[in-house]
Nanobody, 121 residues
């Protein structure tokens, strides 16, 4: 059974930093991408950052230069380093992977439960 466990959310003042982690448990043929999405109250969920095999990345324009996504393939863990945080970064952050689990052998999307990030001015 695949499970994503997120950690690292919390409250911080504007200009501060947080590091989110997402550990994927289960057995996989492959994990093609790991990413972070966020959803603020009253808004739709949006992509924050994503990292693919060969470590190519893409970021939302609003976080470029402030956030860095990375992954540790040996640990099936992804990270989102967030710096220079702004109040508008306040949201629930969700981890996402697109993976082929060993049990079903076709690409599937998996989501974490979400972690709250609150940035105060």
């Amino acid at each position: 059974q695949v499970q994503l466990v997120e950690s690292g959310g919390g409250s911080v003042q504007a200009g501060g930093s947080l590091r989110l982690s997402c550990a994927a448990s289960g057995s996989f043929v492959s994990i093609s991408s790991m990413g972070w999405y966020r959803q603020a109250p009253g808004k739709e969920r949006e992509l924050v950052a994503r990292i693919f095999n060969a470590d190519s990345t893409n970021y939302a324009d609003s976080v470029k230069g402030r956030f860095t996504i990375s992954r540790d393939n040996a640990k099936n863990t992804g990270y989102l380093q967030m710096s220079s945080l702004k109040p508008e970064d306040t949201a629930v952050y969700y981890c996402h992977i697109r993976a082929v689990p060993l049990s079903i052998r076709y690409a599937t999307d998996f989501w974490g439960q979400g972690t709250q990030v609150t940035v105060s001015s």
